[in-house]
T-cell receptor, first 114, second 116 residues
Framework: DTGVSQNPRHKITKRGQNVTFRCDPI?????LYWYRQTLGQGPEFLTY????????KSRLLSDRFSAERPKGSFSTLEIQRTEQGDSAMYLC????????????FGQGTRLTVV | AQKVTQAQTEISVVEKEDVTLDCVYE???????LFWYKQPPSGELVFLIR??????QNEISGRYSWNFQKSTSSFNFTITASQVVDSAVYFC?????????????FGSGTRLSIRP
């Protein structure tokens, strides 16, 4: 399967714990995006990488959130001291270089904070 | 600022009916792309179409067609002879040329249910 892969698919954690999600993009794509989607809403942009460089972060990304893409391949999204409001679907997408290229999405990681 | 509005939160039609999903966008850029994505119950967003701001030509792909009108800032999506498999949430989205990330901004989606 050469699509975008996300792990884990589901994560249940207790409030205050740290969680880390992984995204493996389509191999030839150098752009990688993280989005968050809550029930009944469209995906909200969180952050973006061009190769290993994190070029933009949304105001939605509080200090408790950090994302990395160390070698320009896979990416991780860590949430520290999780809160119930962090419960959502976290989506990863990748695209090739070039403005307006379509992004291909993974199946997401559903986070539930209890 | 960029914004995408999908005023129809839910639509339900009987199979074989035609259905149109509305999308209105706001942008200050003269150069932008518009997209439609489908999100079936499995959850994965599936790309359907991309249209740039300089190309107002409507497009038809099988039972799907898209009507882009810059004058009304709309990019509507029509499914002809709908089928049960078309049931999903559909998102309209916008990417501005001025956005350094080429990030895609999504509307809130329209949940489409096709009844047998």
């Amino acid at each position: 399967d050469t699509g975008v892969s996300q792990n884990p698919r589901h994560k249940i954690t207790k409030r205050g714990q740290n969680v880390t999600f992984r995204c493996d993009p389509i191999s030839e794509h150098n752009r990688l995006y993280w989005y968050r989607q809550t029930l009944g809403q469209g995906p909200e942009f969180l952050t973006y990488f061009q190769n290993e460089a994190q070029l933009e972060k949304s105001r939605l990304l509080s200090d408790r959130f950090s994302a990395e893409r160390p070698k320009g391949s896979f990416s991780t999204l860590e949430i520290q001291r999780t809160e119930q409001g962090d419960s959502a679907m976290y989506l990863c997408a990748s695209s090739s270089t070039g403005w307006g290229t379509e992004a291909f999405f993974g199946q997401g990681t559903r986070l539930t904070v209890v | 600022a960029q914004k995408v509005t999908q005023a129809q939160t839910e639509i339900s039609v009987v199979e074989k009916e035609d259905v149109t999903l509305d999308c209105v966008y706001e942008t200050r850029d003269t150069t932008y792309y518009l997209f439609w994505y489908k999100q079936p119950p499995s959850g994965e967003l599936v790309f359907l179409i991309r249209r740039n701001s300089f190309d107002e030509q409507n497009e038809i792909s099988g039972r799907y067609s898209w009507n882009f009108q810059k004058s009304t800032s709309s990019f509507n999506f029509t499914i002809t002879a709908s089928q049960v498999v078309d049931s999903a949430v559909y998102f309209c989205a916008l990417s501005e040329a001025g956005s350094s990330a080429s990030k895609i901004i999504f509307g809130s989606g329209t949940r489409l249910s096709i009844r047998p």
